[in-house]
């Protein structure tokens, strides 16, 4: 069965570096999330992205954040200059073109920690 | 601001009997509600939805309630079995609204259901 995948799985990184977080999407599908859930908390919704644009973002989406598909199979979350409180689970997840009802598929999650 | 709320952080249920798992919700503009049942390490696996126009879905032992006037929404899972043991979130989602379907949940209620 067709499946979300997440590099890497765990990211240590110091407080004010720049990482990038890895997904490949179900190979067919055109909607793709992220999604993060901080520890103990809920998971909240960050981006959607559509047709190489951002379809929409939450308030927690600042410009520190960035995504991009780069080629046909990669999806990226990037984060400029992490902070403490971006120490997460990230959660990709992507859906067919049908309606926006269509199931959300999501990835195993990448634990960010930030030092 | 909590549009969703799952106000029971965990439940513990005897195998073979019935499960509830219950969620709140604020926001009127949500059409399309969700669950998804959460492992540790793994990411969010979609599991049962309705649309606002249903009052129940049923699928094999779940089974999920909608009562719009109340904003309220349940799970039940007859009848419960230990690999049911999981963290249950609750999603909602403005389906006709523009949305590309982005996901609003709440903070889960861990299940065990024990032998």
């Known amino acids: 069965e067709p499946e979300v995948t997440q590099t890497p799985s765990h990211q240590v990184t110091q407080m004010g570096q720049e990482v990038i977080l890895r997904c490949v999407p179900i190979s067919n599908h055109l909607y793709f999330y992220w999604y993060r859930q901080i520890l103990g908390q809920k998971v909240e919704f960050l981006v959607s992205f559509y047709n190489n644009e951002i379809s929409e973002k939450s308030e927690i989406f600042d410009d520190q954040f960035s995504v991009e598909r780069p080629d046909g199979s990669n999806f990226t979350l990037k984060i400029r200059s992490t902070k403490l409180e971006d120490s997460a689970m990230y959660f990709c997840?992507?859906?067919?073109?049908?309606?926006?009802?269509?199931?959300?598929?999501f990835g195993p999650g990448t634990r960010l920690t930030v030092l | 601001d909590q549009q969703v709320k799952q106000n029971s952080p965990s439940l513990s249920v005897q195998e073979g009997r019935i499960s509830i798992l219950n969620c709140d919700y604020t926001n009127s503009m949500f059409d399309y509600f969700l669950w998804y049942k959460k492992y540790p390490a793994e990411g969010p696996t979609f599991l049962i939805s309705?649309?606002?126009?249903?009052d129940k879905n049923e699928d094999g032992r779940f089974t999920v309630f909608l009562n719009k006037s109340a904003k309220h929404l349940s799970l039940h899972i007859v009848p419960s079995q230990p690999g049911d043991s999981a963290v249950y979130f609750c999603a909602a989602s403005e389906a006709h609204g523009g949305s590309q379907g982005n996901l609003i949940f709440g903070k889960g209620t861990k299940l065990s259901v024990k032998p």
């Open positions: 997840a992507s859906r067919d073109r049908g309606h926006v009802t269509d199931t959300q598929y």
């Open positions: 309705i649309s606002s126009i249903k």
